[in-house]
C-alpha cells in the first residue's frame, strides 16, 4: 500500500504534505530526511521514492507503525506471510 500523505518534521511547525506536491517541492532534498507518518500516535519514518517514475511513500525498513496506525496492518501482514515461507 503506498501512503498517500506525509508529515514533514516533528515539532509544532510540521505540516502534512501530498506526495505529489512533496515531489515538486523545493526543497526536497532536505526535507525528504524528515517525514514521518501522519497518523495520530504513530511516529514511524517515511521513505520517499520513485517507482516507475512516479513518487511514493513507504515505511522504512526497519521500522514500524503504532498499533493504532491504519498502516500498521500492512506491515503485520507482510511479516507474516513471510513466515509461511
Ligand atoms: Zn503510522
Known sequence: MNI???KVGQ?????SIGVVELSKHPDLEKIK??????????EC?????TYLSRPILK?????????DCMY??????????KSLF
Open 72 to 81: 500498521y496492518f500492512e506491515r503485520n501482514e507482510a511479516k507474516r506471510k
Open 11 to 15: 515539532g509544532d511547525d510540521s505540516y
Open 33 to 42: 530526511q524528515d517525514l514521518w507518518c501522519t497518523e495520530l500516535g504513530c
Open 45 to 49: 519514518r517515511l521513505l520517499y521514492s
Open 4 to 6: 498517500p500523505f506525509a
Open 59 to 67: 515505511t522504512w525498513k526497519n521500522q514500524n507503525h503504532s498499533e
